[in-house]
T-cell receptor, first 112, second 113 residues
Framework: GENVEQHPSTLSVQEGDSAVIKCTYS??????FPWYKQELGKRPQLIID?????GEKKDQRIAVTLNKTAKHFSLHITETQPEDSAVYFC???????????FGSGTQLTVLP | DTGVSQDPRHKITKRGQNVTFRCDPI?????LYWYRQTLGQGPEFLTY????????KSRLLSDRFSAERPKGSFSTLEIQRTEQGDSAMYLC???????????FGSGTRLTVV
């Protein structure tokens, strides 16, 4: 089955700086990679996703890049704000599977 | 309005008791998933329904766990003879046809004492 590794587990940045979170996946058949943001005590919420036929996708301050050859994908948050503080999860969906496999999460703290 | 309603939000039970959680998608979605999330970890897949058919079960889903989705709408997850290791957040998620993202419910936090 698919295995997703996520780094770092914790990340602290100054407000206004950029944050980068990286994930690797094991199954070359995986073709869909969403990122979720989870605030304390709340449900995971989709913030951006990318399909395997695209190398990069951007939505305002958030971007995701995908390197299929190396089997890794990254989340980039620019101009970070205190409200970006949360746990971020990457995930991968293998083509024939029905379930997402999640990384272990990154606790992002944006210091004012 | 998350698109998925879960009940109860919190459940405290004594070890050995049975518990049942409910998941209600607000609109019709043919795919429904149950995940379990422990503190500091990502959600782990438990089981998946396409309409009323339970198509996949994780090996995490021991025989003490059972899930149903009668009529392909709401779903229930029952845990029999609860153990302290069952303490976790149980998340329900829905998705549409094809490759698409999940919408998670707010979850049921289970504490087994």
């Amino acid at each position: 089955g698919e295995n997703v590794e996520q780094h770092p587990s914790t990340l602290s940045v100054q407000e206004g700086d950029s944050a980068v979170i990286k994930c690797t996946y094991s199954d070359s058949a995986s073709n869909y990679f969403p990122w979720y943001k989870q605030e304390l005590g709340k449900r995971p919420q989709l913030i951006i996703d990318i399909r395997s036929n695209v190398g990069e996708k951007k939505d305002q301050r958030i971007a995701v890049t995908l390197n299929k050859t190396a089997k890794h994908f990254s989340l980039h948050i620019t101009e970070t704000q205190p409200e970006d503080s949360a746990v971020y999860f990457c995930a991968a969906l293998e083509g024939s599977a029905r379930q997402l496999t999640f990384g272990s999460g990154t606790q992002l703290t944006v210091l004012p | 309005d998350t698109g998925v309603s879960q009940d109860p939000r919190h459940k405290i039970t004594k070890r050995g008791q049975n518990v049942t959680f409910r998941c209600d998608p607000i609109s019709e979605h043919n795919r429904l998933y149950w995940y379990r999330q422990t503190l500091g970890q990502g959600p782990e897949f438990l089981t998946y329904f396409q309409n009323e058919a339970q198509l996949e079960k994780s090996r995490l889903l021991s025989d003490r766990f059972s899930a149903e989705r009668p009529k392909g709408s709401f779903s229930t997850l029952e845990i029999q003879r609860t153990e302290q290791g069952d303490s976790a957040m149980y998340l329900c998620a829905i998705s549409g046809v094809g490759i698409s993202s999940y919408t998670f419910g707010s979850g049921t936090r289970l504490t087994v004492v």
